[in-house]
């Protein structure tokens, strides 16, 4: 499922996060559902051509697919995702909840920029949907 983080409008697709390449504000079509107008919320680039979410005024989101020269290609679903955290605006007492010690050195050294210890990051990696299920924020790093 396709989701738009809340806030920035960054579009998840799996795993891959596409970056808005516009927020501008424009009528894009009708929802299927109740008939109102779609407006957009972001515009996203790909490599096979362009992607826009929108949403209309019973908050009932879409993703509209274009090619290069802005051809409809389709829809898909989407929904709004809470906001994607790093460890460095977090509480160390958070983290130690669910993380080991070394696994949060190397999850601070890897969101840094610093070597750092890949074992204990794919460890770290695995318990994500832990610290989820007990704070609510879904960690990216």
């Known amino acids: 499922m396709n989701s738009l983080e809340e806030g920035s409008y960054a579009l998840y697709m799996g ?43 019973k908050d009932h989101l879409i993703l509209m697919r274009y090619d290069l020269e802005w051809n409809w290609q389709g829809d898909q679903e989407l929904q709004i995702s809470a906001k994607k955290e790093g460890i ?39 318990k994500y949907d832990r610290f989820e299920k007990l704070f609510g924020i879904r960690l990216n790093i």
Request: charged share 30%; glycine share 4%.
């Open 15 to 57: 795993e891959r996060r596409l970056e808005p390449f516009s927020l501008e504000r424009n009528v894009v079509g009708f929802c299927d559902r109740c008939e109102s107008d779609l407006e957009s919320l972001a515009y996203f680039r790909t490599e096979s051509g362009w992607m826009v979410s929108a949403r209309c005024k």
């Open 88 to 126: 460095s605006t977090l509480s160390r007492e958070m983290l130690e909840a669910v993380f080991t010690r070394a696994e949060i050195r190397d999850m601070q050294a890897c969101e840094q920029g610093l070597p750092f210890v890949r074992q204990n990051l794919y460890r770290a990696r695995s």
